[in-house]
């Protein structure tokens, strides 16, 4: 959520005062439901009103050995009173299933921040698996965090006794007594838990009362349970929003109906060519659901028959869209070729995760911006959007299909991991606020003296688009290099520089068809930019809100349109003495403004997999200040340790 | 085949003004004419046609056939006929490939395309070579086929264009070749059949593969090494002379000899379209023992992909109204007040 409100530095919990903002992390061994958890926990916090963002993290395999490191899996979510932006830097309150999660996740835990174990799972076996020499609930390790240890297990293996249920089905509950707790701890609604679970296994009714029952009573036990320390009930209000209907969303949800929002504007059907492939399966899976939109999907044979089968269904007057991940998207770079070549619409999703290669799945990252603008042979410029967070999608993947239809032209947009799993509170928009695009088919032909030119060029450089089946337009089109307006086969040297020429002014031209750059926050022009694309922009926005509360001179600006640039932006950037482009890539989009504008921006990298922390890039803002002679501001003791890459730069 | 307004047109109207850039002499020629004379014979519209094609000589084909026409990228053409039938099945679509777009590169898509059984000809120009770039040899090739990638010779085996199609499940299978006065008959039966249907054409490629076919194209070869088949018809070749029976004991093929043209005492099957064991065996028979199979081998039509995707789509949304503000507000929401 993007609107302005008061400062929310996330303070440990005081356990006297509610604070603004609390980060919870549930953590457990990949079997034992955390994602679940989270997304329930997630809604019943959105009901409750407070703004949200979460951060799911999960391994790559289906079912890593039980009890294991690298098979634990973690929802952490950042909510409260105030203006949400990130999943939050560190947890106030760490949820651990079992000595693994503690593990792994117990150090990003703040200094004094509380730790919910399941003393059950601590078992010798477990500890071992997890690389424990002795067992940190009882040897004093966890010291420099509140600590509650209770057997779990136990407790949810007495509260579903009456359903019957075997012990491993009983343990199953466990996620939902923790959820029970975790609502009371932060005077939650049950009842939206309730009725989801009794639809979720409305045939199952047994399992549904384990569960509730199991839910229940991890909510009595923080209501009864006579326990000194650390649990506390917290309330925190809800933050100040527009009024309106809101709901919860995720970046894969938003790119899902963002299109079918995009194909109605259009008044187009939809094709959605796909094939399996991680992160991005959801769209596939979510738009298979939406087919009385016109919708019509086909999980193809491989990548390239995805690409294929939406260049074929564009040609044939839907419009074509296919989505994949940085892999996948590297298939299909031939066929995004002929889409330019024969310059029909086409929408490319790429949900970026770690590469190269297979690289880390699950995992986000911003590096295949290189691939989306230039990664094809030849000179074959595209469109390229990025998404700033999982509503802003769907605003993008409208914007998508816009310049898609009206430049006759492929489109990528780029999510991340990031934003295709996290959710946040979206204020529901209303259909009818988007302006329509509709596209246009020729259906009479277009050239002197009765002929047809399937390749002239409107003022725009945009050719017309002709669908199959329309008597008397019969007429060839190919990858081959085209002669102007007839589009018949042209291999003259002038030919080839002309119409590369079209193509590129085309797609320079959408410049002149997208919103100017704004700053997103502060000022036109100072001492500093922070320039963010893509899913960085909710920790630049908390960094660049801090730095300015300290009275630092620095501004925020992200960019949607990565490619072609806003025509405003290199004076833009011009007007700051400094520029920093913090991202999850060794650089990329630092290096294409510095050639585009030949400005001296500066790179803040993280290619850890996992998303900036806000003070990774606040302690960046601050160093910038602390090499600046007339400082203003610095306050803050730069950590010259996130900044290896400014340093090497500035060498 | 399609439910398409029957109309009117002779082989000039099928003709475009570009010119045709084949190697004079080329097989390819001879394919164009015969399929450029059938378009008028099963009453095909210009408008509602749409040649898809790979890379390749043979890919080139919908520049000169005055219909709708996508040359697109090697090996893909299965995959953009899928996208354009499922956006518009009225159309009829005909894919052109060779033996290296369509077997090695497009492998995978033409299996594809079989299984799902998109309802499209699928004309594979075989010459046993890459022409286009200039000699190779191609998964169709015999082994031992000296070219500029294998100067010694090939080693691998060739792929059996018509047998693959039937291991993908093909419900049509038909061969033929480029200069055979058969091969509109053929393409004829393949328009005429709802589903994919494969036809493997020999072609001749005079400049690097010539004449690989004569065995049994040429005319002195002919009669005794081509085995035309009809449905209905006993599997007679040789002008009546020879025919093909089943060995009870071993239940493979073998040649028999006619006497008198009593084939049915010398054993001679009647060919079945719709006999899927058979044309397992007409279509792996080895040539030179038994005479080449051409002419429409398998032919058991079942519902099309095209018809069972869109079947699905229209159920899906029966009943249901496209309210975008609806879908938008789905889930759980909640509503925040002035």
Redesign the interface.
């Known amino acids: 959520m993007a609107s302005s409100v008061a400062a929310a530095d996330t303070a440990p919990i005081t356990h006297t005062d509610a604070p603004e903002a609390v980060v919870v992390r549930f953590a457990g061994d990949s079997g034992d439901g955390m994602q679940l958890t989270g997304g329930q926990f997630t809604?019943s916090t959105?009901?409750a009103?407070n703004d949200l963002a979460t951060f799911p993290d999960f391994p790559a395999e289906i079912r890593a050995p039980q009890g294991t490191l690298f098979g634990v899996s973690a929802f952490q979510i950042n909510f409260g009173s105030t203006d949400i932006s990130t999943a939050g830097d560190a947890p106030d309150v760490l949820v651990a299933m079992n000595p693994a999660a503690l593990k792994t996740n117990v150090e990003a835990l703040k200094p004094g921040g509380l730790i919910i174990a399941d003393t059950g799972e601590f078992t010798k076996r477990n500890l071992e698996k997890a690389k424990y020499d002795s067992n940190p609930i009882e040897d004093g390790s966890l010291s420099k965090w509140d600590l509650l240890a209770f057997d779990i297990s136990a407790l949810t293996i007495e509260a579903v006794k009456p359903f019957g249920l075997g012990n491993k089905e009983a343990l199953r509950c466990k996620n939902m007594w923790t959820l029970g707790l975790a609502l009371w701890m932060f005077d939650r609604d049950r009842q939206?838990i309730v009725d989801w679970l009794n639809s979720k296994f409305a045939k199952k009714p047994e399992i549904a009362e384990a569960n509730i029952a199991a839910l229940n009573a991890g909510h009595a036990y923080g209501e009864t349970a006579e326990i000194a320390g650390p649990l506390r009930k917290l309330h925190l209000d809800?933050v100040q929003?527009?009024?309106?209907?809101?709901?919860?969303i995720t970046g894969a949800e938003a790119v899902s109906?963002g299109l079918?929002?995009g194909a109605?504007l259009a008044g187009l059907?939809m094709?959605f060519?796909g094939y399996p492939i991680t992160p991005a399966s959801a769209i596939l899976h979510n738009l298979t659901k939406?087919?009385?939109?016109?919708v019509?999907t086909?999980q193809?044979?491989?990548e390239?028959?995805?690409i294929?089968?939406?260049?074929?269904?564009?040609?044939?007057?839907?419009l074509?869209v296919t989505s994949s991940s940085g892999p996948g998207i590297a298939l299909k770079g031939?066929?995004m070729?002929?889409a330019v070549m024969?310059e029909l619409p086409l929408v490319i999703v790429n949900s970026q995760r770690g590469g190269p290669s297979t690289g880390l799945p699950t995992k986000t990252e911003q590096s295949d911006l290189y691939q989306a603008i230039y990664g094809r042979n030849g000179d074959t410029p595209l469109p390229v959007i990025a998404a700033r967070s999982p509503s802003d999608a769907f605003e993008c993947a409208i914007e998508a299909c816009r310049i898609a239809v009206q430049f006759m032209t492929p489109v990528m947009l780029l999510t991340d991991g990031y934003i295709g799993n996290a959710a946040e509170p979206w204020k529901?928009?209303?259909?009818?606020d988007y302006d329509p695009f509709p596209a246009k088919f020729l259906t009479e032909k277009n050239g002197p003296d009765d002929t047809l030119l399937p390749y002239k060029r409107d003022g725009h450089g945009v050719r017309p688009w002709i669908?199959?089946?329309?008597?008397?337009?019969?007429?060839?089109?190919?990858?081959?290099e085209k002669a102007i307006d007839t589009g018949?086969?042209d291999y003259a040297p002038t030919t080839h520089q002309a119409q590369t020429d079209a193509r590129k002014a085309k797609v320079d031209g959408v410049a002149n068809a997208v919103p100017l750059q704004d700053v997103s926050l502060g000022n036109t022009s100072g001492k500093l930019a922070v320039v963010g694309w893509g899913s960085t922009f909710g920790p630049i926005h908390q960094a660049v809100r801090r730095a300015r509360a300290k009275g630092m001179d620095v501004s925020h600006i992200h960019v949607r349109h990565v490619w072609p640039l806003p025509r405003n932006l290199g004076d833009l950037l011009r007007s700051y003495k400094k520029i920093l482009v913090p991202e999850m890539n060794t650089g990329q989009f630092k290096t294409v403004l510095r050639d585009q504008f030949l400005v001296d921006a500066q790179p803040l990298n993280k290619v850890s997999g996992q998303p900036f922390a806000i003070a990774e890039i606040e302690a960046a803002i601050a160093a910038f200040f602390d090499n600046i002679p007339d400082n203003e501001g610095g306050e803050v003791e730069p950590n010259r340790s996130q900044l290896p890459s400014v340093k090497a730069e500035n060498q | 085949m399609n439910e398409m307004t029957t109309i009117t047109t002779t082989l000039k109207d099928w003709e475009t003004d570009q010119e045709v850039r084949w190697c004079p002499g080329c097989g390819d020629y001879a394919i164009l004419k015969a399929v450029q004379r059938t378009l008028p014979e099963i009453g095909a519209d210009p408008a509602n046609t749409v040649f898809v094609s790979g890379i390749g000589c043979s890919s080139r084909f919908p520049y000169y056939v005055e219909s709708y026409g996508f040359h697109t990228i090697h090996g893909r053409a299965p995959a953009f006929a899928t996208g354009i039938k499922l956006s518009n099945p009225e159309l009829d679509v005909w894919l052109i490939t060779g033996d290296g777009d369509g077997m090695s590169i497009g492998g995978n898509h033409t299996m594809h395309v079989i299984r799902r059984n998109l309802n499209c000809q699928i004309m594979l120009f075989n010459n046993e070579i890459y022409g286009l770039t200039k000699g190779q040899y191609s998964p169709t090739s015999r082994v031992g086929t000296s070219s500029p990638s294998t100067p010694m010779g090939s080693v691998d085996r060739p792929a059996l264009p018509c047998a693959f199609a039937l291991g993908s499940g093909a419900r049509f299978i038909a061969r033929a070749y480029d200069v055979s006065k058969d091969l509109s008959g053929v393409l004829k039966a393949a328009h005429a059949h709802k589903g994919a249907a494969f036809i493997e054409i020999f072609q001749n490629c005079i400049v690097y593969n010539k004449d690989r076919f004569d065995d049994f194209t040429a005319k002195a070869n002919a009669a005794g090494n081509q085995l035309w088949l009809t449905n209905g018809e006993p599997m007679l070749f040789n002008k009546g002379t020879q025919g093909i029976a089943l060995d009870q004991e071993s239940l493979t093929l073998k040649v028999v000899d006619v006497i008198d043209g009593d084939w049915q005492s010398a054993g001679v099957i009647v060919h079945d379209v719709t006999n899927r064991s058979v044309a397992h065996m007409l279509v792996e028979m080895p040539f030179g023992p038994f005479p080449m199979a051409l002419g429409v081998i398998y032919d058991d039509p079942r519902p099309t992909y095209e018809e069972s995707v869109l079947g699905q789509d229209a159920k899906a949304r029966e009943g249901k109204v496209a309210d975008l503000g609806k879908l938008l507000a789905k889930g759980q929401t909640w509503t925040v007040g002035e």
């Open positions: 809604l959105a009901l009103g939206p809800p929003q527009t009024p309106g209907l809101y709901r919860t109906l079918v929002a109605q059907q094709f060519g939406m087919k009385e939109f016109g019509t086909f193809a044979e491989d390239i028959a995805a294929c089968s939406a260049i074929g269904a564009s040609y044939a007057g839907h074509g031939e066929a070729g002929l024969t529901v928009p209303d259909p009818n669908k199959p089946g329309t008597p008397g337009l019969m007429h060839r089109i190919g990858g081959i018949n086969l």
